[in-house]
């Protein structure tokens, strides 16, 4: 993987992230290294954090997903 791709793979993790209304309002910061994804802030609720893990899996070039994410305390 190009430093290229993986810019392209952050930049496609992000806006999916965005387009979902559950996730917009997290605060995540998204890196990819050699097509391997780190998920790193806060999450509202576990269900968020394990939907923000997936959405991630399931984009295209992305070989792993670091989930670095914590859990919003309430």
């Known amino acids: 993987y190009?430093?290229?791709?993986?810019a392209e793979i952050t930049t496609k993790v992000k806006s999916q992230l965005d387009?979902?209304?559950e996730l917009k309002s997290a605060d995540l910061a998204?890196?990819?290294e050699d097509?391997?994804?780190t998920l790193k802030g806060v999450a509202p609720t576990a269900v968020v954090r394990?939907?923000?893990v997936e959405i991630a899996k399931s984009t295209e070039g992305v070989a792993k997903v670091?989930?670095?994410?914590?859990?919003?305390k309430k």
């Open 2 to 6: 190009a430093a290229a791709g993986d």
């Open 50 to 52: 394990v939907k923000a």
């Open 19 to 21: 387009a979902d209304t």
């Open 35 to 37: 097509g391997v994804v």
């Open 66 to 72: 670091v989930n670095k994410m914590t859990i919003a």
């Open 30 to 32: 998204v890196t990819t």
